[in-house]
């Protein structure tokens, strides 16, 4: 949704089953939500700079299945309609089935938009 031409959220979920251990008798159920704020500098001061910043969450979170939760940042190059590149970086939170402990890890992704 764009509250206007520089300003965007978005927001998705997901629902799924797993197996439990692969046994295939077991399904359990897997559910993510998550929210995305967006900033397009060049629609207000013609920068062609963008900004993301989402989080979303895996439940139930105790599960190594369901539990996967983060945080994305983005920085974009909005210059072109028709092309888009940027770099996306985040943090990571998984919990562990064997000590129970919770897992943190970091991405990268470069991301690549061409429409034609």
Do not use: M
């Amino acid at each position: 949704y764009a509250f206007n031409p520089t300003f965007g959220l978005r927001a998705h979920g997901a629902a799924g089953v797993v197996e439990q251990d692969g046994g295939g008798s077991v399904l359990l159920g897997n559910h993510r939500i998550g929210l995305l704020g967006e900033v397009d500098f060049k629609q207000k001061y013609d920068v062609p700079f963008g900004l993301t910043l989402g989080h979303f969450v895996g439940f139930p979170s105790d599960r190594i299945e369901s539990g996967l939760s983060g945080t994305e940042l983005g920085f974009w190059y909005t210059g072109r309609q028709e092309f888009i590149i940027g770099l996306e970086t985040g943090w990571l939170r998984i919990p562990s089935d064997d000590t129970g402990e919770t897992i943190n890890g970091t991405f990268g992704v470069i991301d690549i938009k061409y429409y034609f």
